[in-house]
């Protein structure tokens, strides 16, 4: 196994799952200061940049894997602003089209059979019905940023998809909580939400598919052995409007039910790229992960999540 973005939300709970099945892991890193915990997991650490592609591919023929998995992304983990989004998406979208293109070569050049790469379900066209399946388009005349981040997304599942002599499959992830992302009780969607800084815009009738960190990861090690190639939504069971969610993660976190603010007001602060993704966008189904790998979230609903998982 080879793990790029060991360290983050998802490869932090992956690299020991797949020690503790017996696999041998080398986990990638771009800091020298995260190599201890990538050893206390069990892991072979390596530190090195997705952009430096000659020594990438020394990297993974040294590691010699049969699988690949991709969980990088470039974002902040706190003081999430946005009127910086563009900022965010610009640095994220390289890595989805360049490091994702980087890394394949590399796999490739390492003789893998298998590539597992990370992709988001929450960029669906926002019309028709509310749930919906992998074969859906994704929301391409979205405002830029998120017409820019969903095109670079695009790019990566293709790339995947087209591997050639590599089995590609794609994990479009639902919206991360639990400890390590934005929405725990420390995380920076918690603190703004503490802060009464998190309003729900509009109607509130925009619909997130949650799936928790710990649910992504098992997702993850469930194709590492199985699992036919192609794209599968990852998410729980229970789609949710903001109406629902909001107050129910505010309550589990100790804050405040949250402010409702029209969408117009909301627009000048938030942009209309985030007031328009809030405020329409729709649930992801997991219906086609559960018939491939009869698959079972330990939190199938965000409810549950909320009270239990937020760690």
């Known amino acids: 196994m080879f793990v790029a973005g060991a360290t983050g939300a998802v490869g932090r709970e992956l690299v020991p799952r797949l020690v503790e099945g017996g696999h041998r892991v080398t986990a990638m890193t771009r800091s020298h ?7 206390g997991a069990g892991a072979t650490p390596v530190v090195c940049d997705v952009f430096d592609a000659a020594r990438l591919t020394r990297v993974l023929r040294e590691a010699q894997p049969e699988v690949v998995v991709n969980q990088l992304t470039d974002l902040p ?3 999430l602003k946005p009127r910086r989004l ?3 998406y610009a640095r994220n979208d390289r890595v ?18 298998r590539f597992i790469g990370q992709s988001v379900a929450f960029w669906y066209e926002p019309s028709g019905e509310a749930v919906k399946p992998e074969e859906a388009p994704l929301w391409r005349s979205a405002p830029p940023p998120i017409g820019s981040a969903v095109e670079a997304l695009e790019h990566s599942e293709q790339a995947v998809i ?5 089995e590609g499959v794609v994990l479009r992830y639902g919206t991360f909580y639990g400890p390590g992302t934005w929405f725990s009780r420390d995380g920076d969607i918690g603190r703004q939400m503490r802060r009464r800084q998190y309003p729900n815009i509009g109607s509130g009738e925009g619909r997130t598919s949650f799936v928790h960190v710990e649910d992504a990861a098992a997702a993850c090690v469930a194709f590492v052995d199985g699992g036919r190639p192609g794209v599968y939504n990852v998410a729980d069971d229970e789609p949710a409007t903001a109406n629902d969610w909001m107050p129910a993660f505010a309550q589990a976190i100790g804050a405040r039910p949250p402010r409702r603010v029209p969408g117009w007001l909301a627009r000048p602060i938030a942009g209309k790229a985030l007031v328009e993704w809030t405020t329409t966008a ?4 997991n219906r086609k992960l559960k018939r491939e790998l009869g698959w079972q979230a330990r939190y199938p609903s ?4 909320f009270a239990e998982g937020l760690g």
């Not at 360049?98 to 003789?111: F, K, R, S, W």
């Not at 087209?162 to 590599?166: K, P, Q, S, V």
């Not at 729709?282 to 189904?285: C, D, L, M, N, T």
């Not at 965000?302 to 999540?305: E, H, I, L, M």
């Open 33 to 39: 200061d995260k190599l201890d915990p990538l050893h």
């Open 77 to 79: 983990r706190e003081g």
């Open 282 to 285: 729709r649930g992801a189904s």
């Open 162 to 166: 087209a591997a050639g002599r590599i």
């Open 302 to 305: 965000w409810r549950d999540g």
């Open 96 to 113: 989805r089209r360049e490091g994702t293109d980087n890394l394949l070569a590399a796999a490739q050049a390492a003789g893998a059979t």
């Open 86 to 88: 563009g900022e965010y």
